[in-house]
């Protein structure tokens, strides 16, 4: 089985434009995401598809892989689709361009989900870790999950979900970690299908999935890998990778 990671990497993100040329130490955001993916040794390949000339060039001078995406996209769904519809492989993970600390431990799971689905019903597989402070629960740059009892997602939000009516000790809350494994075929489809009204409420393409009937199945990860979505996370991330060098 081939498997590919897709680094979609756009410079203009909304929220934090430019992030993923910042410096994390030593070393872009992007890079380190490229530099961890790689070091997994999980993938034949591992490609950063870009529109921006400055993250290209970064990739290819420190002797990386990187693809020059043509058009406009709504996410980085349909960016990764546009090229992996020449590539010859049967499953493309998708790395968010913005998870410098990736591990392999991580993307093992989501590669196994598919090595050990020889009917081959599971299409889409993504992450989710428990999240346990009420600040993260409420935080809407963390997007929430639920699932049903074969861990296929029933709902994203960026809300709290679900509601607790009743304070129950038991119940366990999910993020959902913007990570994603596809069939190649599934993820072609994605970029045929039209944003619903829960994906541009929310404004999470994962919505679309659902609202087309499409099965998402969520994998629990032992840890949550922090990304970088707001300038704040940067100073964290800084802070954790600081630590994580002075050991």
Avoid: C
């Avoid at 498997?3 to 410079?11: G, M, T």
């Avoid at 410096?23 to 961890?36: A, D, F, I, P, S």
């Avoid at 997007?143 to 709902?155: E, P, Q």
């Avoid at 659902?210 to 998402?216: A, S, T, V």
Wanted: net charge negative; hydrophobic share 40%; proline share 3%.
């Amino acid at each position: 089985m081939k498997v590919i990671a897709l680094i979609p990497a756009r410079y203009e993100a909304t929220r934090f434009p430019g992030k993923l040329m910042k410096m994390l130490g030593t070393k872009t955001v992007v890079r380190h995401t490229y530099e961890n993916t790689v070091a997994t040794l999980l993938f034949d390949e591992v490609i950063v598809v870009t529109d921006s000339e400055i993250i290209f060039k970064e990739i290819i001078e420190n002797g990386g892989y990187a693809i020059k995406s043509e058009g406009n996209f709504e996410s980085g769904t349909q960016r990764i689709a546009s090229i992996a519809k020449d590539i010859d492989a049967e499953i493309f993970v998708n790395v968010q361009g913005d998870e410098p600390f990736v591990k392999r431990e991580m993307l093992e799971q989501l590669v196994q989900i598919f090595q050990y689905d020889v009917q081959q019903k599971i299409s889409v597989a993504s992450l989710m870790h428990p999240i346990t402070e009420k600040e993260d629960k409420e935080n809407v740059n963390y997007v929430k999950v639920v699932t049903d009892l074969n861990h296929n997602a029933l709902y994203f939000s960026r809300s709290v979900i679900p509601f607790q009516r009743e304070k129950n000790d038991r119940q366990v809350f999910y993020k959902h970690i913007g990570i994603y494994a596809f069939r190649k075929d599934t993820l072609l489809q994605f970029a045929q299908l039209k944003p619903g009204i829960l994906e541009k409420t929310e404004n999470l393409e994962q919505l679309r999935y659902l609202e087309n009937g499409i099965k998402i199945k969520m994998v629990v990860a032992d840890a949550a890998p922090l990304s970088i979505d707001v300038p704040t996370d940067l100073l964290r991330a800084n802070t954790y990778l600081d630590k994580e060098e002075s050991k």
